[in-house]
């Protein structure tokens, strides 16, 4: 039995005993992530110590330690030496600051989603059609063929020659990034990726069993003899890239680099995910990887995301030699896109909705990026369309919780490098601050005042 009363003591979470099952460690993260994701602990909470824990629950110890550290894992909560152990902010749950107001969140990247009449208009377009009755039959894994005929005019737009045969709909980049990790790879196997990369696909290849293998780079992208040098040590089995206004830092692949990168992919026979995620489509004479590696490329069509944040629409290209294991993995995972979403995003498309959306988010991109210039002249310079930037922190803002937990008790939500890397010592810290998601070019610039004085009076310290 507990050791002390708990009677007049005070424990910020206490779990409902009766829910405890084995095994006991397992239950509590699982009620203590319940709670996190609810509202129910907010970011910033102490949570109580392990052996008071412990001794409340009448278990041992260490049953509550492999608890926190599962927790920990799953990136709920951190700990900070002498102080405790604390919820951490979750990206893009909103919550509220300890004067009442709204959160500002710079922390997803959305789409600029005040921007809807269009997708509205096109929404009711598609159901006054006749034949929508038909839209809802079962089809297959691979979404309608009209509906891939779109998609593939779509991606010609962007140096992206397919068929129908060759393409399919998936219900966004991550379930064609899931999908080709668990159809195209093995168990083991080796994907090489930049120093700083797309924070889901870390995640995925954690769960597929896909190690990543960071390449060094510079403001050009990846350099090619580093990829060439690990692809012999390391067997690669293939890359993944992004080759426009790369997540999380901006950079685009120059020309000469990405020719460049083509011949090794194409040396070492590599499996290359392309994940473009322009946001308008490029000038004439515009070259995609996929242009250059037919054979070897899955092509996401990234742009698609960007017309509306609730349509889980996106379309990928492929290769004959990827066909049957991609499609079997699409169908086994069972992650059909809606029929109603894809109608959707086809209506946009032939009625030159979609690019037009995309011109009015590229024109707010570009009046975000200007204020952001304002507020910090001094951070480096990226794209004038880009719907994110980055700010380079010094080594103090190392630890990504406290980073985040910081600003967000200040009033908005951020996203710390760590995120974005494999690597435990990176060698640099920044934020990327979303440029999309604020809801107005007000709150854009409060919150981007709000990060600049936290860092200043940081620096007063």
């Not at 737009?157 to 068929?163: I, L």
């Not at 020309?255 to 004439?284: G, H, S, W, Y």
Request: net charge positive; with cysteine.
């Amino acid at each position: 039995m507990p050791v002390n009363s708990f009677k007049n003591y005070f424990l910020s979470w206490t779990p409902e005993v009766k829910k405890l099952s084995r095994p006991c460690y397992l239950a509590i993260a699982n009620l203590l992530e319940q709670d996190i994701r609810s509202g129910r602990l907010a970011p910033g909470t102490k949570l109580p110590p392990q052996r008071e824990l412990a001794d409340y629950l009448d278990i041992n110890f260490t049953t509550v330690t492999r608890a926190y550290n599962l927790c920990r894992e799953r990136q709920l909560i951190y700990g900070s030496m002498g102080r405790g152990t604390f919820v951490a902010p979750l990206p893009g749950i909103g919550t509220e600051d300890t004067c009442g107001g709204e959160i500002i969140d710079l922390g997803m990247v959305n789409g600029f989603d005040q921007v809807n009449k269009q997708i509205i208009e096109a929404t009711e377009a598609v159901l006054k059609k006749g034949y929508l009755e038909k839209i809802y039959s079962y089809t297959a894994s691979t979404g309608h063929l009209h509906h891939r005929a779109a998609a593939v005019n779509w991606m010609k737009k962007f140096s992206v020659e397919s068929d129908e045969n060759h393409t399919a709909l998936f219900t966004g980049s991550q379930n064609a990034i899931s999908a080709a990790l668990l159809s195209l790879f093995n168990v083991g196997d080796t994907l090489a990726v930049d120093y700083f990369t797309y924070a889901n696909l870390i995640g995925t290849a954690r769960l597929a069993h896909v190690r990543l293998l960071p390449v060094p780079g510079d403001g050009e992208g990846m350099f090619p003899g580093a990829l060439d040098e690990l692809s012999r040590k390391h067997r690669l089995a293939g890359i993944f890239l992004m080759p426009v206004c790369a997540n999380p830092t901006g950079i685009t692949l120059s020309v000469k680099r990405k020719k460049q990168l083509a011949e090794v992919i194409r040396k070492r026979d590599l499996i290359l995910i392309e994940d473009d995620t322009a946001t308008m489509p490029p000038e004439p004479g515009y070259a995609s990887l996929y242009s250059l590696l037919p054979d070897q490329t899955l092509y996401i069509c990234g742009s698609l995301r960007y017309l509306c944040g609730g349509l889980r629409v996106t379309a990928a290209a492929f290769p004959e030699c990827f066909r049957q294991n991609l499609l079997n993995g699409l169908f086994h995972l069972n992650i059909r896109t809606s029929a109603l979403d894809a109608e959707i995003m086809t209506e946009l498309i032939l009625s030159g909705r979609a690019e037009s959306v995309l011109c009015e988010k590229h024109q707010l991109a570009v009046r975000a990026n200007r204020i952001f210039d304002s507020v910090f002249p001094e951070a480096p310079s990226c794209g004038e369309g880009s719907f994110f930037r980055i700010l380079d922190l010094p080594e103090s803002f190392s630890r990504r919780q406290e980073t985040e937990a910081l600003f967000e008790s200040h009033g908005v939500k951020v996203q710390h490098s760590s995120r974005f890397t494999v690597l435990q010592r990176p060698g640099r810290n920044f934020l990327r601050l979303s440029l999309s998601s604020a809801g107005s070019e007000k709150n854009l610039r409060t919150a981007l005042t709000l990060v600049r004085s936290v860092l200043e009076k940081s620096a007063q310290k």
